[in-house]
Nanobody
Framework: QVQLVESGGGLVQPGGSLRLSCRAS????????MAWYRQTPGNQRELLAR?????NYADSSQGRFTISRDNAENTVYLQMNNLKPEDTAVYYC???????????????WGQGTQVTVSS
């Protein structure tokens, strides 16, 4: 069974930084795209950044957030700097994973980690 396990969320003051991590575990053949999303109550899940061969950022995260990945560790990171109260949300990681060769890849999600930006 494939799982994405996130860590690194918590409470931070405005202007502070956090680094989220998400590690894929289980048996699989390949990981393609990985990404970070966030969601606030009553709103749709919002894409923040995606990484495959290159990186793409949403306007809301451009310049403050940096996505990176360690393929050897099957881990994706999100470095968040200059955090603002409006960044408060549940953050989810995503991965497009192929479990076995010869079968299509599937979408996987982490369980979510709460980030709260408040003084």
């Amino acid at each position: 069974q494939v799982q994405l396990v996130e860590s690194g969320g918590g409470l931070v003051q405005p202007g502070g930084s956090l680094r989220l991590s998400c590690r894929a575990s289980g048996n699989f053949a390949a990981i393609y795209d990985m990404a970070w999303y966030r969601q606030t109550p009553g709103n749709q899940r919002e894409l923040l950044a995606r990484i495959s061969r290159g990186t793409n950022y949403a306007d809301s995260s451009q310049g403050r957030f940096t996505i990176s990945r360690d393929n050897a560790e099957n881990t994706v990171y999100l470095q968040m700097n200059n955090l603002k109260p409006e960044d408060t949300a549940v953050y989810y990681c995503y991965a497009d994973i192929r479990r076995t060769w010869g079968r299509a890849s599937s979408d996987y999600w982490g369980q979510g980690t709460q980030v709260t930006v408040s003084s």
